[in-house]
């Protein structure tokens, strides 16, 4: 078995053998396996595919390159959200201690902004002393304590993703469904959760924009996460358009403070109490998804959610103050208001290009090394299906870099489609697979 004659079997469509893929994966790891082998092999497999057995051993390798964080001596069905990534989406901090106010424990590892899409780890840290970088021992100690901890991805987890999730990004191989599979289920199985709600997006801003690319992705992650012995579920939802009506980190937690008030966008909301009512499900916490959905709904009404918001911010180092009174937070030095150039109904946004837009004015990163600047954004005031009068304010801009507004304003404008009549309304989830 030599690298080479793995290539150029993969490149001639033939399925490879556990043995060949643990190989390769391995010396890859230990160096020998060069970069360029491990760039053609990819390539390989975007062009060739993954079987299905080939999907469920390449998950495996990258488990067991690391650690697999066993949480059995906590009590409960431990179940994890993870979403493909969006603009605006902001779910994961309002699902994961309202879940865990229902007395379901939430271990939750989550990503970084990359791209047009943002991440709950920068959105977190917005929050001032906020701390996501935490050992898998403070992880566990945290989620006994509290039933809830959100951290980032440690070094000791998956590291053969890690390193190769860093080639395919630089590869053009990162759009590959039997490797985004591999890459997300790994990560979820080796957090040692029981199972697992996916929110697998859609549309403009997604990146399986195709509803039917989406759906078969959804499908290969459900087979993989359901091999490895999990209970997993995967609702479909719409990328079309902006999630809620702020984009940017620290807007972001205003709005999931909205919503721990009662109030928030009502896409959002009802996103967030779908999810929650599916892992409260998948839990067993609850008989059917009316119940999880009315639990939830009153979890957020009653403030229980919240006050486990505010407990896990204190736990993890966070300042709860700012929490209780977000107007006391730095504002951006420049806002700028977008308004209608024509009257008209907004047919479409082009949801990527908004969320590069707010890339732009400072709030996320176009490569892993950058800083983000938290109060940077967009709100968001009109959406797919208003009706807008000429100069009438769309959204407002927020950034420290002012000259930043004229070129983002310009992507925006170009992002959103006028036209005379209303279009047709966009599903929020368009599908619900699994368990
Ligand atoms: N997110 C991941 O964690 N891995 C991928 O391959 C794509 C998105």
Redesign the pocket.
């Known amino acids: 078995m030599t690298p080479y004659e793995i290539i150029a079997r993969k490149r001639d469509g033939h399925p490879l053998t556990a043995e060949e893929i643990r190989y390769f994966i391995t010396e890859y790891l230990n160096g020998t396996v060069k970069d360029y082998q491990m760039a053609a092999w990819l390539m390989a497999v975007f062009f060739q595919g993954l079987d299905d057995q080939e999907t469920f051993e390449l998950t495996r390798t990258y488990i067991q390159s690391g650690e697999v964080i066993d949480l059995s001596d906590i009590p409960g069905v431990k179940v994890d959200k993870h979403s ?2 969006g603009v605006g989406d902001k779910t994961s901090i309002v699902l994961a201690p309202l879940v865990a106010s229902c007395g379901v424990p939430v271990p939750m590892i989550s ?1 970084r902004g990359l791209g047009h899409t943002g991440g709950t780890l920068d959105k977190l840290e917005s929050i001032p002393g906020f701390n996501t970088q935490l050992s898998v021992a403070e992880f566990k100690r945290l989620l006994a304590e509290h039933g809830v901890a959100m951290i980032g991805q440690t070094e000791t987890i998956v590291p053969a ?1 890690k390193r190769i ?1 860093a080639l ?1 990004d630089v590869t053009a191989t ?1 759009e590959s469904i039997p ?2 599979t591999a ?2 289920m790994s ?1 979820k199985i080796a957090e040692g959760i029981d199972a697992l709600v996916l929110d697998v997006k859609f549309g403009s801003g997604a ?1 399986m924009a195709e509803v039917e690319k989406a759906r078969t992705l959804a499908q290969k992650l459900i087979e993989v996460g359901r091999a490895f012995g999990k209970r997993v579920h995967a609702s479909l939802t719409n990328m079309d358009q902006p999630l809620g009506n702020k984009i940017g980190n620290w807007l972001e937690i205003e709005e999931c403070l909205e919503t721990f008030h009662g109030g928030g966008p009502q896409d959002f909301v009802e996103l967030t109490v779908r999810l929650s009512a599916r892992m409260l499900l998948l839990a067993g916490r609850v008989a059917t998804l009316e119940e999880g959905i009315s639990l939830s709904t009153e979890q957020l009404q009653n403030g229980s959610a919240f006050r486990k918001f505010l407990e896990l911010t204190a736990a993890q180092g966070g300042d709860t103050t700012v929490l209780e009174h977000p107007e006391r937070y730095p504002k951006a030095a420049h806002q700028h208001t977008i308004t209608a150039p024509a009257e008209g109904f907004i047919q479409s946004m082009n949801t990527r290009q908004i969320g590069l837009a707010a890339v732009l004015l400072g709030a996320g990163r176009l490569r892993k090394e950058d800083p983000v600047d938290p109060v940077a954004g967009i709100h968001v005031f009109k959406k797919t299906g208003y009706a807008v009068r000429q100069g009438e304010p769309l959204m407002v801009l927020y950034t420290n870099r002012e000259a930043a507004v004229q070129e983002a304003e310009r992507k925006i404008l170009n992002a959103i489609r006028f036209g005379a009549e209303p279009p047709e309304p966009l599903p929020l989830i368009l599908d619900e697979l699994g368990d």
């Open positions: 493909t990534g990503g993703d999730y395919r990162v490797l985004i890459s997300i990560k990146f």
